[in-house]
């Protein structure tokens, strides 16, 4: 599998629990907890296309790495100015979001 199949796979997985998440924070009456969720995981998603984009401009991995946590953290540090008490579903989705694609990795390095 090339990476921009894994990087798909694991913006659609992420989209699909991300639209979950969203209707389960509704249905359950945290609107803005699922919400917060969602959004995590869809940004958390695009953290593959970021190094990949970042890699490919020739940015060496450690100073790619350090800008992509900047970015991510201040994605989360805005979101607490914003969201107020639901910040930390923004920051579970991140984390979920990576998992997912280590989930995928994982499945792609089985089947091989």
């Known amino acids: 599998m090339t990476s921009g199949g894994l990087l798909r796979k694991t913006f659609v997985g992420c989209l699909v629990l991300a639209t979950a998440a969203g209707l389960a924070g509704i249905a359950s009456g945290y609107p ?10 869809i940004l958390g998603s695009l953290n593959g296309y970021l190094i990949q984009g970042l890699l490919t401009r ?4 450690v100073a790619a790495s350090l800008l992509r946590i900047v970015f991510f953290s201040s994605i989360v540090l805005l979101a607490a100015l914003a969201l107020g008490d639901s910040v930390w579903a923004l920051a579970l989705g991140l984390a979920l979001a990576q998992l997912v694609m280590v989930a995928f990795s994982v499945r792609a390095g089985l089947r091989s």
Request: hydrophobic share 55%.
């Open 32 to 41: 803005r907890v699922g919400a917060s969720l969602a959004v995590g995981m």
């Open 58 to 61: 020739g940015a060496p991995f």
